[in-house]
Each structure stands twice: as structure tokens, then as C-alpha cells.
């Protein structure tokens, strides 16, 4: 199972972007997908999740301002960013919990990371 995240960059304060992260492989079902964030000398951090019903939750420094989505036929998630903010800056990971043969266990899979920076 891979996840293949994108759409991070460089944008000022005030500006949005939107990531994506999709999940691809050995794939039976996908659960909760969602999006974690490190920014440099500080731990990982939950930022957004969604249930497989689309239940969602929010840190509270994100709430408002971001927006957690899903595909389920694509096996995908996104945020999308808006109001950014310098503190906003960091490494953005994304994850899915995923059972890859039936009966199998769950367990979760990251992506790779993509950067935001929000220049002030």
C-alpha cells in the first residue's frame, strides 16, 4: 500500500491550498484517513480526520479555517487550507487506515510528507 500526497507549497499568510493524498495497492477497504503535520523541532501533530462515513474532526488551531474531504471510489483525501498562517508552516503527512485482504488486521500507512510554507 502506498500513499501519494501533493499540493503543498510556498503561499502567504491569508492565502489557501489544498492537499491531496491518494491510497493505492493491495486495497480491501480503507477506514479513517487524515492528515498529521510536524513542523521543524516540534512532534507530529493530528490536524484533520474523516471517518469511512465522513465523520470528521479538527485540531482546535485548524478549526474554521481548514476543510477535510474524501473520495471514497478514489481512495482519497484532502485539506483544503485556507486563511494560512505562518504558524501553519510545516511538514504535512498523510495517513490511512487500511485492511488490505479480508479478514486481515487494519493498520495505518503514511504518505510521504509534503511542505507548506506560509511566509508572513
Known amino acids: 500500500v502506498q500513499l501519494q500526497a501533493s499540493g503543498g507549497g510556498l503561499v502567504q499568510a491569508g492565502g489557501s491550498l489544498r492537499l491531496s493524498c491518494a491510497a493505492s495497492g493491495s486495497i480491501f477497504s480503507v477506514g479513517s484517513m487524515g492528515w498529521y503535520r510536524q513542523a521543524p523541532g516540534k512532534q507530529r501533530d493530528l490536524v484533520a480526520m474523516?471517518?469511512?462515513?465522513?465523520?470528521?474532526n479538527y485540531a482546535d488551531s485548524v478549526k474554521g479555517r481548514f476543510t477535510i474531504s474524501r473520495d471514497n471510489a478514489k481512495k482519497s483525501v484532502y485539506l483544503q487550507m485556507n486563511t494560512l498562517k505562518p504558524e501553519d508552516t510545516a511538514v504535512y503527512y498523510c495517513?490511512?487506515?487500511?485492511?488490505?485482504?479480508?479478514?486481515?488486521?487494519?493498520?495505518?500507512?503514511w504518505g510521504q510528507g509534503t511542505l507548506v510554507t506560509v511566509s508572513s
Open positions: 474523516i471517518t469511512a462515513g465522513g465523520s470528521t
Open positions: 495517513y490511512a487506515v487500511v485492511v488490505t485482504f479480508p479478514g486481515y488486521a487494519q493498520r495505518d500507512y
